[in-house]
């Protein structure tokens, strides 16, 4: 069975940072592309960084210099460091894992920069 669990999530002042964190089991964790998205309540779900299995990073205009997506196949974890936040970074941050073995959502967690 796949799970996905993200953790790190929490309340910081505007300016802070947060590190948010998706362990993946019962997957090739090192096959698959990473997808971090957020979303606010009443909005759509938005891709915030991607990694692919081996590497490259793209990101969405609004966190680029800020955010940093990165993997560590050897503990199948992803991470996501989120610096200088900003108000408008408040949202539930999901992380999504895709490949051969299909497409997988973590249940979330609340990431803030507006304390």
């Known amino acids: 069975q796949v799970q996905l669990v993200e953790s790190g999530g929490g309340l910081v002042q505007a300016g802070g940072s947060l590190r948010l964190s998706c362990a993946a089991s019962?997957?090739?964790?090192?096959?698959?592309?990473v997808t971090w998205y957020r979303q606010v309540t009443g909005k759509q779900r938005e891709s915030v960084a991607y990694i692919t299995s081996d590497g490259p990073t793209t990101y969405v205009d609004s966190v680029k210099g800020r955010f940093t997506i990165s993997r560590d196949n050897a503990k199948n974890m992803v991470y996501l460091q989120m610096n200088s936040l900003k108000a408008e970074d408040t949202a539930v941050y999901y992380c999504?894992?895709?490949?051969?073995?299909?497409?997988?959502w973590g249940q979330g967690t609340q990431g803030t920069g507006d304390a």
């Open positions: 019962g997957i090739i964790f090192s096959i698959n592309d």
């Open positions: 999504k894992t895709a490949g051969v073995q299909g497409v997988n």
